[in-house]
C-alpha cells in the first residue's frame, strides 16, 4: 500500500519532532571542571552590626562528572584563599577565631568538601552551581576590603580554572 503525499509529509514531520525533542543531546564539557564566579553576597549580624560572613556562589561545569568526595576521603576539593587589599597591595592572609574556651586564636579554613555530585546513566556530563557562606571579618586587621581566590579540583585531581572574586567591602 503505498502512502500519498500528504500521509509522507505527515510521517516525516513527526519523524522530525521525535528526533528533535525525543533526544537530548548529551553536554560536551571538557573533563578538567570549569568555573565561573556568579555572586558574593554579605551577610550582616543583627547582633553586632558587622558584615562577619558572606556566601560565594560559582558555577561550574565538568565533562567526566568526577566532582565530589566520599564521606571517607578526608582531602578538601573547593580551595579557597582570603586576601585583603593592604595599602594598596593584595596580601594573602590567614584568619583566625578566638576560642574562648582554651583561650587561644585558631585559624579559619576556607576550603570546604563538595560531596559526591556525579550522575547516574551513561552521560556523566554535569553542570551546576556551589554556594558556600564564608567568614569575611578579620577583627585583627584595620584593613576592611578583601577579596576571595577559589579553584576546584575534581577526584582525578584535574584542577578547574582559578576566579577571583571583585572586591568586597565589609563596610
Not at 564566579?37 to 550582616?44: A, G, P, T
Not at 568526577?66 to 595599602?87: H, K
Not at 571579618?137 to 584542577?159: G, H, K, M, V, W
Request: aromatic share 10%; net charge negative; proline share 5%.
Amino acid at each position: 500500500m503505498a502512502m500519498n503525499r500528504s500521509e509522507v509529509q505527515s510521517a516525516v514531520m513527526i519523524i522530525l519532532i521525535l528526533l528533535l525533542f525525543g533526544c537530548k543531546k548529551a553536554e560536551d564539557y571538557p573533563v578538567e571542571p570549569v568555573i565561573v564566579f556568579e555572586e558574593f553576597l554579605k551577610i550582616l549580624d543583627p547582633y553586632t552590626g558587622v558584615y562577619e560572613r558572606g556566601v560565594l556562589k560559582i558555577s561550574f561545569t565538568d565533562g567526566d562528572g568526577d566532582i565530589g568526595l566520599t564521606q571517607s576521603d578526608t582531602s578538601e576539593n573547593f580551595i579557597i584563599t582570603y586576601l585583603e587589599i593592604q595599602n594598596g597591595d593584595t596580601v594573602e592572609v590567614e584568619l583566625e577565631w578566638y576560642d574562648k574556651i582554651n583561650d587561644t586564636l585558631l585559624p579559619i579554613n576556607h576550603n570546604a568538601r563538595i560531596p559526591i555530585l556525579t550522575p547516574e546513566g551513561n552521560n556523566k556530563s554535569i553542570k551546576g552551581e556551589i554556594a558556600d557562606t564564608l567568614f569575611i571579618y578579620n577583627f585583627t586587621s584595620p584593613f576592611d576590603t578583601l577579596l576571595f581566590r577559589a579553584y576546584i579540583l575534581d577526584r582525578a585531581q584535574n584542577r578547574s580554572n582559578e576566579i577571583i572574586t571583585p572586591l568586597i567591602v565589609r563596610k
